[in-house]
């Protein structure tokens, strides 16, 4: 017993032994193990109210998607700020006297991270401002997918093909970004169409809008629509105009639709779709040239 007794108090005393001190904090084991379980207990709580707060408590209301989850972003990163510093305090870590350490990250941070610091701004103020959400439809350097998670480094989009792209936050801010879906998902589509000069154009419209608005994925309203947009080369080119909620984030397979349509209700009315055709006139060049 008084082996067990001498063993435990060795442990104990190797655990508040001190490891090395930062300015007037003596860090010991024990205190690293606290800081450490502590933290990851913070982690776990603060995500886990991020969820219960975007799957439980607003999804009960109207808000949007995007807007829970910024809500949601918000109070985990501040739930995280205050656990720390009280984590630190409890731990007997006066946060005064590790300054040094904090001059020290600012230094590296304004030399060595400034894009991880750019990226970290630049999801605050999507997080406030909100120019994009998750569930918005976007393009962005050449990328087009849907807004999945925005974190405080960068935001994921999956793309038709199920690809996820980790893009990085600063260039939501300091490019051009196409939202489809920012006010909300009705988005208008323009798909040309050429017939030979020899259809009659009126014809030719009613037979357009009733292929948009015998598909399901049209809306009725706003109507869809066709201008005659001009006379070009070899045939004369309508711009079918149609709006769509449904096919947001899939414009080519309702054109798709449209278009299989339109070849067949054609076919079936008689109605030429031109090729494009080239006169070549050769002339007689000189004898002896």
């Given at each position: 017993m008084d082996r067990m007794t001498e063993l435990v108090q060795k442990i104990m005393e190797a655990l508040r032994a001190p490891l090395f001190t930062m300015g007037e904090a003596a860090f010991t084991p024990w205190m690293l193990i606290y800081i450490i379980l502590a933290s990851l207990i913070l982690i776990f709580v603060s995500s886990a109210a991020k969820k219960i707060i975007i799957q439980r408590v607003l999804s009960k209301s109207r808000i949007e998607l995007g807007v829970r989850v910024a809500v949601g972003s918000i109070i985990k990163y501040t739930l995280l700020v205050v656990g720390f510093i009280v984590i630190f305090q409890t731990a007997g870590i006066n946060l005064s006297s590790i300054t040094i350490l904090f001059g020290a990250l600012g230094i590296g941070i304004g030399f060595g991270l400034q894009n991880v610091t750019n990226n970290f701004v630049s999801g605050l103020i999507i997080l406030f401002e909100r120019p994009i959400k998750v569930g918005d439809r976007i393009e962005v350097a050449k990328i087009a997918g849907?807004?999945?998670?925005?974190s405080m480094r960068a935001t994921t989009i999956v793309t038709n093909d199920n690809i996820?792209?980790?893009?990085?936050n600063s260039q939501f801010i300091?490019?051009?970004v196409i939202n489809w879906s920012h006010t909300d998902r009705n988005v208008r589509f323009n798909f040309p169409v050429g017939v030979s000069y020899k259809e009659d154009p009126e014809a030719v419209r009613k037979i357009l809008l009733a292929i948009a608005l015998d598909n399901p994925g049209v809306l009725k309203n706003p109507k869809p629509d066709?201008?005659?947009?001009?006379?070009?080369?070899?045939?004369?080119?309508?711009?079918l105009r149609v709006w769509t909620r449904e096919y947001t984030n899939r414009p080519?397979?309702?054109k798709s639709q449209l278009y299989y349509e339109v070849a067949?209700?054609?076919r079936e009315q008689g109605i030429e779709i031109p090729f494009p055709q080239r006169d070549v006139h050769i002339k007689n060049m000189p004898a002896g040239s």
């Open positions: 849907d807004v999945v998670d925005i996820s792209i980790i893009v990085p300091s490019e051009t066709v201008l005659f947009s001009e006379y070009a080369d070899s045939a004369m080119v309508f711009n080519g397979v309702l067949r209700r054609f």
